[in-house]
Structure formats: structure tokens, C-alpha cells
């Protein structure tokens, strides 16, 4: 069954730890993506992979930080330097090419911060 | 640069009357343009995409949308709504001079009385 898979569902995290979260995806996708998604503003672009070992800072990348070391996993760490983590968070994956630009998206993990 | 505007955040209709979700984009290219549909607490699932083969795109569940590049609008529409189509809906372009980055509008908040 493919698909993309996060986890966990629900985090909570103290104030000035950092936390990881996981995407996985098994479509074959050389692309990966995590946006951060707050009530009335829409989804944020946080950080993007096109492929394994490179990745770039989207439009709020400050305080989060990204590792792609293989094709399937783009795991996300919130950093004590986030001012605000409290979001949920969406993980996305697509092909890379001209008019692949559809994303398919994860069931998102929905962080609090204590 | 490309961005999206929803022109209404929340919209209420009755079971079995016709749905109106308005969005108007901006853009530099000839744009990629989506809907997508988000229920609570879950990701974001796929309506529809248009890609300038056709003005009218038909997508799931009953939904269709109109390209109208001279008013710069991609308006969804449903013509008898179900209480399953309660739901947040986001309308969104293409960035593709940035890799086909996506950018969301704001997001509308459909109600469906019964």
C-alpha cells in the first residue's frame, strides 16, 4: 500500500528541547517537503529535498532543521531555537520533472509545546 | 511571483444545495493550479489540478473547477453538497520557476447544515 507515513500523530515536547519527527514515504518520490500549517495562514514551506544527501531552506527554516540520507526518510528536528513550535506539521512527497510538480501528503504530526 | 488568494475563509450551505469556493491567483508563468481538500486533523488530499489542457477540470467526489485566465480565477464548485464535504479547502500554484515549489492560499472552511 503506498503511500506516506508520519509519526507520531501527537508530540509534546518542553520548552527548550529538541524533538525529531519522521516521514516516510514509499512511492518512489525524489522529492520531499515539510510545511508547518497554523489556523488562517495556510500551509509554510520549511525546508525541501529534490534528492538524497541535498536539501534546501524553504520561506521559515529558521530553527528546524533536516537530514536526507536516504530516498524514502526526510526526518524534521524542531530545535530550542523554534520561538514558536506549537503547529501542525505536514510532510509531502512528488517526482522530480517537468509537470510533476503534484504533491501527495502525509497525515501531519500535531506538536505542542509544555 | 505567484500567490493565491481565497476570497472567503468560511462558507456555509445547505445539504444538497450547490457549493462556490472562490479563489484568484497571480502569476508570472502559465500557472499549475490545485485544490486541495483537508478534514480535520488529517493531511491534505488531492482534488483536482489544472495544467492548461483543459479550462474545466472535473477532480473527486463531484467537484469541478473553472481556469478563467482572464479574471485570473480557478473557482471550485459542487453542484449538491454532501455533509461528508465539510472540510477545510486550500487553492494552490505552482512556483515553477523555484522547482515547482507550491504556494497555498489561506484556506476556506466549508459548513454543510442539514
Known amino acids: 500500500d503506498g503511500g506516506i507515513t508520519q509519526s507520531p500523530k501527537y508530540l509534546f515536547r518542553k520548552e527548550g528541547q529538541n524533538v525529531t519527527l519522521s516521514c516516510e514515504q514509499n512511492l518512489n518520490h525524489d522529492a520531499m517537503y515539510w510545511y508547518r500549517q497554523d489556523p488562517g495562514q495556510g500551509l509554510r514551506l520549511i525546508y525541501y529535498?529534490?534528492?538524497?544527501?541535498?536539501?534546501q531552506k524553504g520561506d521559515i527554516a529558521e530553527g528546524y532543521s533536516v537530514s536526507r540520507e536516504k530516498k524514502e526518510s526526510f526526518p524534521l528536528t524542531v530545535t530550542s531555537a523554534q520561538k514558536n513550535p506549537t503547529a501542525f506539521y505536514l510532510c509531502a512527497s512528488s517526482e522530480v520533472g517537468v509537470g510533476t510538480d503534484t504533491q501527495y501528503f502525509g497525515p501531519g504530526t500535531r506538536l505542542t509545546v509544555l | 511571483a505567484q500567490s493565491v488568494t481565497q476570497l472567503d475563509s468560511h462558507v456555509s450551505v445547505s445539504e444538497g444545495t450547490p457549493v462556490l469556493l472562490r479563489c484568484n491567483y497571480s502569476?508570472?508563468?502559465?500557472?499549475?493550479l490545485f485544490w486541495y481538500v483537508q478534514h480535520p486533523n488529517k493531511g491534505l488530499q488531492l482534488l483536482l489540478k489544472?495544467?492548461?489542457?483543459?479550462?474545466l477540470v472535473k477532480g473527486i467526489n463531484g467537484f469541478e473547477a473553472e481556469f478563467k485566465k482572464s479574471e485570473t480565477s480557478f473557482h471550485l464548485t459542487k453542484p449538491s453538497a454532501h455533509m461528508s464535504d465539510a472540510a477545510e479547502y486550500f487553492c494552490v500554484v505552482s512556483r515553477r520557476e523555484y522547482g515547482n515549489k507550491l504556494v497555498f492560499g489561506a484556506g476556506t472552511i466549508l459548513r454543510v447544515k442539514s
Open positions: 502569476s508570472s508563468y502559465s500557472p499549475s
Open positions: 489544472y495544467t492548461s489542457a483543459a479550462t
Open positions: 529535498s529534490q534528492i538524497v544527501n541535498d536539501f
